[in-house]
């Protein structure tokens, strides 16, 4: 145990954008709330950061003109109001709709992502690890609310009420608009190459968090076995070691983006609000000294503000889309056992089991079987013996098709079990694993997991054919006890 590992490769670019489609798709299917959530923050700012500052600096601007009495300041202070409570309304409105896309869309996701998992075949559930899955199918949908949030506030939010500033300056001098426009993109292209290297800490961070929950997982499904073996040091240590490495790259990632990005920005938005105050004072037009400074200032330091939380919004961004990406690279490759496209009805003529030339390897591994015949007629019952790793449970597993065979046919009563569903295959067989397995759930609930329908006189004889009521009786609660997955 101390040597497992969740390791694997980072993120693709095909995971990325299969990450981003699924939740563009969500924010689709939710269109008709998506949109006044998305924008209807965006007009509030635009009343916040705007309009409001516009109406104070007209207000200044007439001060310094001498012209200013209580009659013609009155219906700027009355528009600076309304403006704030019109802005104000308009961001709750939008808060409202942004609640339910993204409660709803969590909900569609962790749905929607449970079933990705249940059409996946068994090879891929011994490929990873249940830690490492569960984290990564809950933070798919957790991740969308980060990621319209984000989107919601720190995107649209700035940019939509920007362009508004944009025609604003425009009206005063041009040539504010151009110094903001240089400015910006000079930020984006010098900040660009550092962003794209943090991304790759990001991954790596992002891998070693998924190697903490898969041991954590690990461990905790194996208790018993670790305390039978007295290797508690042995799993603490492997746990501390797993947590450092976390640590040392969380902290690498976090650190770049302090000492290397933010560090680069900052001068730059500096730059950005002095050069904006210059032009201003420079290009100001007759009788606009005041109020041109006053605007210029305001929305400059707005646009500069948008300039520094840029590495901040990448950094929510590319966190929500690596960890959403850990799971969608999962999907990239389809279930290799899947129900044909014109299944045939569930008729066999008997319970009989044949295997016909059954060739089967696991990837990779030389062939277990090669060209086997079996033949289990109806009612038979047999036994088999053989060395470990012989190919004993492989049988089973190939006749509940939880594998294909690469060769050969199996049959059931007369019927190729590949042009059957797997659900009506799996229907036929009474299945006992090698490995016991209890759901953490009532017991009633584990002993009727086979047949859900079940009365409780069929629970209960089914539970006096395995003995069980021996003990359930005496349970508080009986057959509603909750029992956990060691039972």
């Known amino acids: 145990m101390g040597t497992t590992d969740t390791r694997g490769p980072t993120p693709g670019r095909g995971a ?55 009659g013609s300041a009155l219906p700027y202070v009355l528009g600076f109001g309304v403006t704030l409570l019109l802005a104000e309304a308009v961001w709750r409105v939008g808060q409202h709709c942004l ?40 933070s798919f949908g957790k991740r969308f609310e980060d990621f319209v949030d984000t989107v919601t506030y720190r995107i649209v939010g700035s940019l939509v009420p920007l362009v508004f500033g944009a025609a604003v300056l425009w009206s005063y ?14 930020t984006v292209v010098a900040a660009t190459p550092l962003i794209r290297r943090r991304q790759r800490l990001v991954n790596d961070r992002e891998a070693a968090i998924a190697r903490v929950s898969g041991h954590v997982a690990d461990s905790l499904m194996n208790m018993e076995t670790i305390r039978a073996f007295a290797a508690e040091r042995r799993e603490a240590a492997e746990h501390r070691t797993r947590v450092a ?5 969380t902290l690498r990632s976090w650190d770049y983006g302090n000492l290397r990005v933010d560090t680069l920005i900052a001068p730059l938005s500096v730059l950005t609000n002095v050069l904006g105050l210059l032009i201003a004072i420079t290009f100001g037009g007759p009788g606009q000294g005041v109020e041109e400074v006053v605007v210029a200032f305001t929305y400059y330091s707005n646009a500069t503000q948008i300039m ?29 056992v899947l129900d044909p496209t014109e299944p045939e009805p569930l008729a066999p003529r008997d319970a009989g089991v044949r295997y016909e030339a059954v060739t089967f390897a696991h990837t990779g591994a030389k062939p277990i079987f090669q060209g086997l015949d079996l033949d289990v007629p109806a009612g038979a019952r047999i036994g088999l013996v053989g060395r470990s790793g012989g190919g004993k449970t492989t049988l089973t597993r190939l006749l509940l098709r939880m594998s294909d065979i690469d060769e050969g046919r199996i049959l059931i009563g007369g019927q190729d079990i590949s042009r059957l569903r797997q659900s009506d295959l799996r229907s036929l067989i009474a299945y006992v694993p090698q490995e016991p397995a209890m759901f953490h759930r009532s017991l009633r609930d584990n002993i009727a997991f086979a047949r859900p329908g079940a009365t409780d006189a069929e629970v209960h004889a089914a539970a006096a054919a395995a003995h069980v009521t021996e003990f359930a009786d005496q349970l508080p609660n009986g057959f509603g006890t909750l029992v956990g997955e060691r039972g």
């Open 245 to 249: 490495d976390s640590r040392r790259l």
């Open 173 to 186: 001098a041009p040539m504010l608009v151009v110094g903001l426009l240089v400015m910006i993109a000079s």
């Open 99 to 138: 609640n339910r896309v993204d409660a709803l869309g969590m909900e569609h996701l962790y749905v929607s992502g449970m079933d990705e998992l249940l059409a996946k075949d068994a090879a891929f559930f011994h490929d990873n690890f249940a830690g490492s899955l569960t984290k990564r199918v809950l």
């Open 308 to 336: 520094f939380e840029f590495n901040q919004i990448y950094r929510r961004l590319e966190s929500s889309m690596t960890e959403a990406a850990q799971f969608t690279e999962l999907l990239l490759d389809p279930p290799t």
């Open 16 to 70: 990325v954008v299969l990450a981003l489609r699924r939740y563009g798709l969500e924010l689709l299917r939710l269109r008709r709330l998506a949109l006044p959530a998305l924008l209807l923050p965006a007009v509030g700012n635009i009343g916040i950061r705007y309009v409001a500052p516009l109406l104070i600096a007209k207000l200044a601007g007439q001060a310094a003109g001498g012209g200013l009495t209580l």
